[in-house]
């Protein structure tokens, strides 16, 4: 569980075959997880986020991803 944070939940820099799941997001102050750099195989799921201030999740520009089963809140 992560709680109150002033930028990011959860972030990542770059890597292959990740995964973040069944995480719990609350009042992240921009995005709730955050994952960017280069890498493949990423997988995001389970996850729940609420009352994020920018994006609920944001992955850029890594290849084979896939997003899954998350819950996003206001």
Do not use: F, H, K, W
């Amino acid at each position: 569980q992560v709680t109150q944070t002033l930028n990011r939940g959860i972030s990542a820099d770059g890597g292959s075959n990740l995964t973040v799941s069944n995480n719990e997001v609350t009042n992240a102050g921009m995005n709730g997880i955050y994952i960017s750099g280069t890498g493949s195989g990423l997988l995001i799921e389970g996850n729940t986020l609420r009352d994020v201030n920018c994006t609920g999740i944001t992955v850029q520009p890594l290849q084979n991803v896939t997003i899954r089963g998350n819950t996003l809140q206001r």
